[in-house]
């Protein structure tokens, strides 16, 4: 199983940025895909970048596509999400969660128990 936690999180301005970051534990990271997905209150929780294990390989929803940026570092056991023009809805509880790679079939999935997750950080992006 894989620990996670996440960091980066805070209040920015619309047009901002921030970085994110997950600090994975345990063995066989670079085995793993890797998810970032998002929540607010009320709503369900959505896939907005991955990055495949093997070439990774990197999917974007299209609220996200062209402003996010997501990066692995394998001897650092570390995932990134690069986070630019942020918008007021980008305003949510961020989360990674790690997918064994043998698993995973693409992005925009949920993988149930397959799946190792994260506390979340929160990101609020207003003036």
């Known amino acids: 199983q894989v620990q996670l936690v996440e960091s980066g999180g805070g209040l920015v301005q619309p047009g901002g940025s921030l970085r994110l970051s997950c600090a994975a534990s345990g063995s066989d990271f670079d085995k793993n895909a890797i998810m970032w997905w998002r929540q607010t209150p009320g709503k369900e929780r959505e896939v907005v970048s991955c990055?495949?294990?093997?070439?990774?390989?990197?999917y974007y929803s299209s609220s996200v596509k062209g402003r996010f940026t997501i990066s692995r570092d394998n001897a650092k056991a570390m995932s990134y999400l690069k986070m630019d023009r942020l918008k007021p809805e980008d305003t949510a509880n961020y989360y990674c969660?790690?997918?064994?790679?043998?698993?995973?079939?693409?992005?925009?999935?949920?993988?149930?128990?397959?799946?190792?997750w994260g506390q979340g950080t929160q990101v609020t992006v207003s003036s």
């Open positions: 969660s790690t997918v064994p790679g043998w698993v995973f079939r693409g992005c925009f999935t949920d993988y149930g128990n397959f799946a190792s």
């Open positions: 990055i495949s294990s093997r070439e990774n390989r990197t």
